[in-house]
């Protein structure tokens, strides 16, 4: 069935990837509001700067596998705390650092033949709520790559 669930496409999940592809220092963007008062919003755009997977995979790599990342560290310059009894809580010692954590997406619509095959209870996506950030313009890529020159 995952196959299945695979041909609706993710704007039908709120564009939640069914597949995330993220390395140390690619850029994401929030695809959801985790938590609008510490900054956390729709949008917003971080850089990756850690994967964490569990050590239940640690031998999957050399397998040539690739499991799925248990923890995703992500460092969002907009981040200003988690509110908390009046008072902004970091979980990290970098305060721009947040680990968004795993959640449901649920399309909002199932094709009836897969509604047909399976409940509609098990039609959803688990993913962070994340996705890769495409909103770099030319101008900022002709500077990265003029200033990763000028480095080499």
Request: charged residues 15%; contains cysteine; positive net charge.
């Amino acid at each position: 069935m995952i196959s299945s669930l695979a041909s609706i496409p993710a704007s039908q999940y709120n564009f939640a990837p069914d597949v995330l592809c993220v390395s140390k220092e690619c850029k994401v963007r929030l695809i959801t509001n985790l938590n609008v008062s510490a900054g956390l919003v729709n949008s917003a755009s971080g850089t990756v700067v850690k994967v964490l997977y569990n050590n239940a995979n640690v031998q999957s790599p050399t397998d040539n596998e690739h499991p799925p990342a248990y923890c995703i560290i992500v460092n969002f310059q907009c981040f200003r705390g988690f509110l908390v009894h009046g008072e902004r809580r970091f979980p990290f010692s970098n305060h721009k650092s947040v680990p968004p954590y795993h959640q449901k997406f649920l399309p909002q619509t199932v094709p009836s033949w897969i509604r047909k095959k399976q409940s509609l209870a098990t039609c959803y996506h688990e993913q962070f709520p994340i996705h890769m950030s495409r909103h770099i313009t030319a101008h900022r890529g002709h500077c990265i790559a003029r200033q990763r020159e000028k480095v080499a």
